[in-house]
Every structure is written in C-alpha cells, then in structure tokens.
C-alpha cells in the first residue's frame, strides 16, 4: 500500500521534474521506478577508496603469490570484523598452461538464515599478465588491477561494512571470486574454452552452502574508473534483463545516468555467466565499457597503467550507490 503510494508520489515528481534527474528518455516502464528510498545508507566513497588502495598495495594479487596469500587474508578478516559470516572456499584450479593455482573464493553472508538472497561478486585476484600493454616487454609482468579487481571489491567492502550496521530486508551473499584473470593470454595461440573465471566456475559447481540460491546476481567488474561507462552487458540483457532495468533505473533515478547508460554493450565472458549458467540465478555485470577501443574495454586495460591514477572516487560511489538503493528497498 504505502509502496504504491510512494511510487505514484515518485512519478508525479518526475513528471514536473522536481527530483533533479536530467535523464529525458527512459526505456523502462514507469512501474519499475522505484520508490525514493529514505533508510538507504549513504555509501562513503572515500571509504572505498581507500579498500581499493589497500588491495593494490600489497602488489599484484597473483594467484601462488605472497601478495595474494595476504590480501585474501585481509578481505576474509574485513569481512569478519563488519559481521559477515566468512567461508574460504580453497581449491588447486588448473590454468590455460596447466599451472596449479592455489586458490580461494571469499565469501562473507548477512544474516544467513534468511531464505529470501541477494548475491553481490568480484573477483579479488589480479592478472599476471599485462598482454595489451603497448609495451611489449610488458606482455608478461603482472600489473597493478587498481580497476580490474580491486576496485569492484573496494566497492563491496563499503557494501559490506554498511550492511553490517544497518541490515536490509533480505539476506546479503557477498562473494570474492578467485582466479578470474589467469585465462588465456595474447600472446598464446592455442584456444583453450573456459580459462577465465576458474573461481566461480569451480564455486558454481561447488557452492559454499549446499543447493545455495538467491533472487539475483550483480557482479561488480572495473567498476573504479574516471568517466567510466556501463553499457548494458549483452549476456546480463539476456539471462536477466528484469534486473538490469532495476539497476540501470535506479542509477538514474539517483542522477548516475552519466555512468549507467541506457543502451546495450558487448556480451562479455565474466564470473557472472558461470553463476547464471551453473546455478541458475539470473546475474548482470557492470563493467566498464568503451565502444570506442577495440577490446571493448577502457585503453588501460590488461597494461601496466590499470593502476591508482584511474580510480575515482565518483565512480565508485554512482556504483556503490546504485546497488545500495537496489539491495535496501527489497
Ligand atoms: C575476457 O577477456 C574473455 N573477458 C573479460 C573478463 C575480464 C577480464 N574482466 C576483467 N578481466
Ligand atoms: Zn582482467
């Protein structure tokens, strides 16, 4: 009753345009704007930042490394202190190359009795490779993963450490995928299918609890860079559109219609597809998309300057906040 009320009040300020969005056009029907929340938390940005920058500094978070021994030790160890229930699921997945990689997939759960779950994910680890570096002597040194890595678990940590004081109606998964990075380089011709994502293919078929389910997925991949747009990914259209109209309407709604734009982007091989594939939840991916280069992906991709530099603080909040508003008004 009183969320049909605060939907009808919510368009009639939109239709005299009282609630500062300068977004014109809209593709979603009005039924699915949402209500404008007021027990949403405000997500600290600078907060996140900060979580992005403790990751990059331990150095690359390469599977079998000692940076990445430390650092999964201090994201289960984030995750314990803001009240998560902390499971570290360790298993050896085989690389492209036939490399062991010890590996571990981080989970931290909000109230886990729940029934009714949302499941927000990354991946922690960082690529050993920087095989689009235009540099290549740099093809095979690990690079920093400010943005790819780091900063969709930055995000998630703030998500984490709100949730932990302030509880939403439903029951919060947030998971830490391993080994997404190690797939098959450029400079290797053999095609090996499924190299990427090995930590959440190795979770989907082995979840941390048994027959785990939840309402929906959001993945959070290279969501930290200046001017960062997230076209809506072509696999998440598919598999999930329903949820990516909640998303993408809700970042508009909050005025982060410059990030979120509403129009379809490349399919993309992510951790979110071997979620949905292996589990059957639907899952969207933001990611960082450019139409413009030629991977799809921002110039700094897979190089040596995917590091602090790109990180702003504004795209991680239009991110973080974004999802807030998605998780508090279920
Ligand atoms: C591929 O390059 C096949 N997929 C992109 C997944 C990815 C890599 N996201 C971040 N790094
Ligand atoms: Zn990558």
Redesign the pocket.
């Known amino acids: 009753m009183t969320k049909f009320l605060f939907m009808a009040l919510s368009c009639v300020f939109v239709a005299c345009g009282s609630t500062g969005s300068k977004q014109t056009t809209s593709d979603a029907p009005a039924v699915q704007r949402q209500a404008p929340a007021t027990n949403v938390p405000a997500f600290n940005a600078d907060s996140a930042y900060a979580y992005v920058a403790n990751q990059v500094a331990f150095g690359p978070r390469v599977p079998n490394s000692a940076a990445h021994k430390a650092c999964g030790d201090y994201l289960a160890s984030e995750l314990a202190r803001f009240g998560a229930k902390v499971y570290q699921q360790e298993a050896t997945l085989t690389a492209y190359d036939g490399t062991r990689l010890e590996s571990r997939n981080i989970i931290g759960s909000f109230n886990p009795d729940m029934d009714k779950r949302v499941l927000l994910f990354a ?1 922690w680890d960082s ?1 050993p490779y920087s095989d689009h570096d235009p540099d290549p002597a740099m093809h095979k040194v690990a690079l920093d993963g400010a943005d ?2 780091a900063s969709g678990v930055g995000a998630l940590l703030e998500i984490a450490r709100l949730v932990g004081q302030k509880s939403p109606s439903v029951g919060i998964d947030i998971i830490f995928f391993d080994a ?2 190690y ?1 098959t380089p450029e400079f290797v011709d053999t095609f090996t299918p499924d190299t ?2 090995l930590g959440s293919q190795f979770w989907a078929k082995n979840p941390h609890v048994p027959n785990y389910k939840a309402e929906y997925g959001i993945l959070l ?2 969501v930290g860079g200046k001017n960062a747009t997230f076209f809506k990914e072509l696999q998440s259209v598919r598999f999930a559109a329903p949820i990516v109209e909640m998303v993408w309407s809700a970042a508009r709604d909050l005025g982060y219609g410059k990030y979120f734009i509403n129009a379809n982007g490349g399919a ?3 951790d979110h597809q071997y979620v949905n594939a292996g589990r059957g939840i639907p899952c969207i991916d933001i ?1 960082n998309y450019d139409p413009e280069t030629e ?1 799809g ?1 921002p110039a700094y ?2 190089t040596q300057k995917d590091n602090m530099e790109n990180i702003d603080r504004e795209t991680l909040k239009a991110v973080g906040q974004t999802v807030l508003h998605v998780i508090y008004q279920e």
């Open positions: 991946h690529r790819d890595g997404e990075d797939g990427w994502c991949d290279m993309i091989t992510d990611i991977t992906f991709w897979h």
